[in-house]
Protein backbone atom coordinates (compact mmCIF):
# COMPACT_ATOMS: atom_id res chain seq x y z
CA UNK A 1 0.00 0.00 0.00
CA UNK A 2 1.84 3.60 -1.01
CA UNK A 3 1.71 5.86 0.66
CA UNK A 4 -0.17 9.53 0.46
CA UNK A 5 3.43 10.86 -0.31
CA UNK A 6 4.14 8.27 -2.86
CA UNK A 7 0.61 8.17 -4.35
CA UNK A 8 1.06 12.35 -4.81
CA UNK A 9 4.45 11.81 -6.65
CA UNK A 10 3.53 8.67 -8.91
CA UNK A 11 -0.29 10.97 -9.47
CA UNK A 12 1.95 14.22 -10.31
CA UNK A 13 4.45 11.79 -12.89
CA UNK A 14 1.49 10.95 -14.83
CA UNK A 15 0.05 14.01 -15.34
CA UNK A 16 -3.22 12.59 -13.55
CA UNK A 17 -5.85 15.14 -10.99
CA UNK A 18 -6.98 13.66 -7.83
CA UNK A 19 -10.40 13.74 -5.89
CA UNK A 20 -9.10 13.22 -2.41
CA UNK A 21 -11.06 11.66 0.26
CA UNK A 22 -10.73 12.09 3.97
CA UNK A 23 -12.01 8.10 5.30
CA UNK A 24 -13.31 8.28 8.55
CA UNK A 25 -11.18 11.45 9.63
CA UNK A 26 -12.81 11.16 13.30
CA UNK A 27 -11.21 7.54 13.76
CA UNK A 28 -7.44 9.76 13.09
CA UNK A 29 -6.87 12.95 14.58
CA UNK A 30 -5.05 14.94 12.83
CA UNK A 31 -5.39 13.83 9.59
CA UNK A 32 -6.35 17.03 7.67
CA UNK A 33 -3.17 18.21 8.98
CA UNK A 34 -1.03 15.19 7.88
CA UNK A 35 -2.67 15.67 4.56
CA UNK A 36 -2.09 19.13 4.43
CA UNK A 37 1.54 18.95 5.18
CA UNK A 38 1.88 16.19 2.45
CA UNK A 39 0.40 18.19 -0.13
CA UNK A 40 2.61 21.39 0.99
CA UNK A 41 5.47 19.74 0.47
CA UNK A 42 4.47 18.87 -3.15
CA UNK A 43 3.08 22.44 -3.36
CA UNK A 44 4.17 23.25 -7.22
CA UNK A 45 1.92 20.01 -8.77
CA UNK A 46 -0.87 20.38 -6.68
CA UNK A 47 -1.72 23.98 -5.84
CA UNK A 48 -0.94 24.90 -9.39
CA UNK A 49 -4.43 26.04 -10.89
CA UNK A 50 -5.40 25.00 -13.65
CA UNK A 51 -6.82 26.39 -16.74
CA UNK A 52 -10.67 26.96 -16.69
CA UNK A 53 -11.16 24.89 -19.56
CA UNK A 54 -9.45 21.65 -17.41
CA UNK A 55 -10.41 20.11 -14.76
CA UNK A 56 -8.92 20.84 -11.27
CA UNK A 57 -5.51 19.26 -10.04
CA UNK A 58 -6.71 18.20 -6.89
CA UNK A 59 -10.75 18.32 -4.74
CA UNK A 60 -10.35 17.13 -1.07
CA UNK A 61 -14.18 15.24 0.06
CA UNK A 62 -15.03 13.83 2.78
CA UNK A 63 -18.96 12.75 4.39
CA UNK A 64 -17.43 14.37 7.37
CA UNK A 65 -18.33 17.92 6.69
CA UNK A 66 -16.78 19.60 9.91
CA UNK A 67 -13.03 17.70 8.55
CA UNK A 68 -13.93 19.64 5.53
CA UNK A 69 -14.54 22.61 7.04
CA UNK A 70 -10.97 22.20 8.81
CA UNK A 71 -8.92 20.81 5.92
CA UNK A 72 -10.41 23.98 3.90
CA UNK A 73 -8.88 26.26 6.70
CA UNK A 74 -5.47 24.72 6.17
CA UNK A 75 -5.57 24.41 2.50
CA UNK A 76 -7.98 27.83 1.47
CA UNK A 77 -6.87 27.89 -2.01
CA UNK A 78 -7.74 23.76 -2.79
CA UNK A 79 -11.31 23.10 -4.12
CA UNK A 80 -13.53 21.28 -1.20
CA UNK A 81 -16.00 18.94 -1.66
CA UNK A 82 -19.19 17.77 0.69
CA UNK A 83 -19.71 14.44 0.47
CA UNK A 84 -23.76 13.16 0.57
CA UNK A 85 -26.76 15.28 0.39
CA UNK A 86 -27.01 18.59 2.00
CA UNK A 87 -30.87 19.75 2.62
CA UNK A 88 -31.78 22.25 -0.16
CA UNK A 89 -32.53 24.77 2.68
CA UNK A 90 -29.31 24.13 4.10
CA UNK A 91 -26.70 24.52 1.07
CA UNK A 92 -26.29 28.22 1.40
CA UNK A 93 -24.81 27.70 5.10
CA UNK A 94 -21.78 25.57 3.10
CA UNK A 95 -21.24 28.21 0.91
CA UNK A 96 -17.04 28.28 1.59
CA UNK A 97 -17.04 24.49 -0.40
CA UNK A 98 -16.98 23.81 -3.74
CA UNK A 99 -18.74 20.91 -4.64
CA UNK A 100 -21.99 18.62 -2.85
CA UNK A 101 -21.30 15.27 -4.27
CA UNK A 102 -24.37 12.85 -2.83
CA UNK A 103 -25.07 9.84 -4.22
CA UNK A 104 -26.43 9.83 -7.52
CA UNK A 105 -29.86 7.71 -6.49
CA UNK A 106 -30.27 11.30 -3.91
CA UNK A 107 -30.11 13.60 -7.29
CA UNK A 108 -32.81 14.90 -9.65
CA UNK A 109 -32.52 17.81 -11.80
CA UNK A 110 -33.82 20.13 -9.01
CA UNK A 111 -31.64 19.54 -6.73
CA UNK A 112 -28.65 19.83 -9.38
CA UNK A 113 -29.98 23.29 -10.04
CA UNK A 114 -30.58 24.28 -6.69
CA UNK A 115 -26.72 23.15 -6.09
CA UNK A 116 -25.59 25.26 -9.22
CA UNK A 117 -27.80 28.30 -8.07
CA UNK A 118 -25.35 28.43 -4.81
CA UNK A 119 -22.66 28.53 -6.89
CA UNK A 120 -21.34 25.12 -6.67
CA UNK A 121 -20.49 22.20 -8.25
CA UNK A 122 -22.12 18.76 -8.60
CA UNK A 123 -20.40 15.41 -8.80
CA UNK A 124 -22.57 12.35 -8.13
CA UNK A 125 -20.97 8.84 -6.38
CA UNK A 126 -20.13 6.17 -7.31
CA UNK A 127 -21.68 5.74 -11.07
CA UNK A 128 -20.79 2.60 -12.37
CA UNK A 129 -23.74 1.69 -14.87
CA UNK A 130 -23.33 3.47 -18.30
CA UNK A 131 -27.22 3.99 -18.25
CA UNK A 132 -27.20 5.72 -15.12
CA UNK A 133 -24.16 7.36 -16.12
CA UNK A 134 -26.32 8.74 -19.43
CA UNK A 135 -29.42 9.41 -17.29
CA UNK A 136 -27.35 11.90 -14.41
CA UNK A 137 -25.39 13.75 -17.29
CA UNK A 138 -28.92 14.19 -18.57
CA UNK A 139 -29.31 16.00 -15.36
CA UNK A 140 -26.84 18.90 -15.52
CA UNK A 141 -24.21 17.92 -13.33
CA UNK A 142 -20.67 18.98 -13.83
CA UNK A 143 -19.18 15.22 -13.54
CA UNK A 144 -19.50 12.00 -11.82
CA UNK A 145 -16.97 9.95 -9.75
CA UNK A 146 -17.20 6.19 -11.10
CA UNK A 147 -14.91 2.60 -10.41
CA UNK A 148 -15.01 2.40 -14.28
CA UNK A 149 -12.88 5.47 -15.78
CA UNK A 150 -13.21 4.09 -19.92
CA UNK A 151 -17.00 3.85 -19.40
CA UNK A 152 -17.31 6.79 -18.00
CA UNK A 153 -15.11 8.82 -20.64
CA UNK A 154 -17.49 7.37 -23.51
CA UNK A 155 -20.05 8.43 -21.41
CA UNK A 156 -18.98 11.85 -21.22
CA UNK A 157 -17.79 11.99 -24.95
CA UNK A 158 -20.47 10.50 -26.61
CA UNK A 159 -23.04 13.12 -24.11
CA UNK A 160 -20.74 16.30 -25.15
CA UNK A 161 -20.77 15.27 -28.81
CA UNK A 162 -24.81 15.71 -28.06
CA UNK A 163 -24.84 18.61 -26.02
CA UNK A 164 -21.58 20.13 -27.87
CA UNK A 165 -20.77 21.00 -24.17
CA UNK A 166 -17.66 19.91 -22.27
CA UNK A 167 -17.28 19.10 -18.73
CA UNK A 168 -15.10 17.88 -16.25
CA UNK A 169 -13.78 14.10 -16.86
CA UNK A 170 -15.01 11.72 -14.42
CA UNK A 171 -12.58 11.39 -10.87
CA UNK A 172 -11.63 8.43 -9.16
CA UNK A 173 -11.65 8.82 -5.36
CA UNK A 174 -8.04 8.24 -3.60
CA UNK A 175 -8.96 7.27 0.05
CA UNK A 176 -7.32 8.06 2.91
CA UNK A 177 -7.27 6.91 6.72
CA UNK A 178 -9.17 3.65 7.82
Request: net charge negative; charged share 30%.
Amino acid sequence: MPTLGEALDRLEEHGLNLLLELKQPALYPGLERAVADELADRRGHWFRRARPWRPRRLVVQSFDWESVRESKDLLPSVPHGLLGVVPEDRIAEYGWAHMINPNHRHVDADYVERVHDAGMEIMPYTINDRAVMDATLELGVDGFITDFPEVGRQAIDEFERRERITIAPPVFPLVTGG
